[in-house]
């Protein structure tokens, strides 16, 4: 499966983006699909994950009530709604797919997009 983040762009603070990431190939209610980040000088974060049907999510303490994760099955894509955007969010971000349906670690993702840069000023 191939994936193409967008989405992101330059906001100030308690802006809110949503990021989109189509993804083409295989069937895309065969994955489960995730969010992560990678911040200047930092390792790559998980941000949130959601599971083939959509039932689940799962979100990082520090997103937790402020981002939402969605996907459309029909449309193959899945969604980040990042509101209360705050400067520590700045970061590229990525979407990932996962074979075994739900997960939080990168190493279980199977297929990454390229990433999205989001910029958050003071």
């Known amino acids: 499966v191939q994936l193409q983040a967008s989405g992101g762009g330059l906001v100030q603070a308690g802006a809110s983006l949503r990021l989109s990431c189509a993804a083409s190939g295989r069937t895309f209610s065969s994955y489960g699909m995730g969010w992560f980040r990678q911040a200047p000088g930092k390792e790559r974060e998980f941000v949130a994950a959601?599971?083939?049907?959509?039932?689940?999510?799962y979100y990082t303490d520090s997103v937790q009530g402020r981002f939402t994760i969605s996907r459309d099955n029909a449309k193959n894509t899945v969604y980040l709604q990042m509101n209360s955007l705050k400067p520590e969010d700045t970061a590229v971000y990525y979407c990932?797919?996962?074979?075994?349906?739900?997960?939080?670690?990168?190493?279980?993702?199977?297929?990454w997009g390229q990433g999205t840069q989001v910029t958050v000023s003071s």
């Open positions: 990932a797919a996962a074979n075994t349906g739900f997960a939080t670690r990168a190493t279980r993702y199977d297929y």
């Open positions: 959601i599971n083939l049907s959509g039932g689940s999510t």
